[in-house]
């Protein structure tokens, strides 16, 4: 199926953002109520922040987050003698720099179990967050050691050290 003349070009639109990392399409929107997928890397296709301080993007519509803050991803696509832009607004969240975890340390006979009974995330520069303990994964390294069911209660299953 062959695209439309280039004077018909009307809308440009940009998809999702596939994990906040990546734009995933672009499409061209015509007149005569028709569409077509554009290549992210054709020649025809650009990229640009408006805050590269915030956010810089690719050449091929990768989106990297630099600090903390707003910017917009603005893509540009040339057909013919029409150009036509659309943004994406991304907000990048203050960087993670710790967890931690209550109790900070168990000691459990086997088949004795223990809650972990909060999780604290703290952030740059950002005031930090108790985490819900059924939405973190948990897991023990070495393993063995423990089981941690998916509300973050941990029970003794053999003698040894491990970390959660």
């Known amino acids: 199926m062959s695209r439309p003349t280039s004077e018909s070009l009307n809308l440009l639109f940009i998809s999702k953002l596939e994990d906040s990392e990546t734009i995933i399409s672009i499409t061209a929107y015509y007149d005569n109520e028709t569409e077509a997928e ?8 650009s990229y640009s922040s408006d805050d590269e301080d915030i956010a810089t993007v690719s050449e091929l519509g990768v989106v990297t987050g630099v600090a903390e803050g707003e910017a917009i991803i ?4 040339t057909e013919g003698a029409i150009i036509k832009t659309a943004t994406i607004d991304v907000t990048v969240p203050p960087a993670l720099t710790a967890i931690s975890v ?9 088949g004795n179990s223990q809650p972990i009974t909060s999780i604290t995330a703290s952030y740059d520069g950002a005031p930090n967050a108790l985490i819900e303990l059924s939405s973190a994964t948990y897991s023990s390294d070495p393993t063995g050691i423990v089981t941690i069911d998916a509300s973050g209660v941990v029970t003794g299953v053999a003698e040894g050290a491990t970390i959660i």
């Open 38 to 45: 554009i290549e992210l890397d054709s020649d025809d296709v």
């Open 102 to 110: 209550q109790p900070e340390f168990m000691v459990l006979l086997e």
């Open 74 to 77: 603005t893509v540009t696509y």
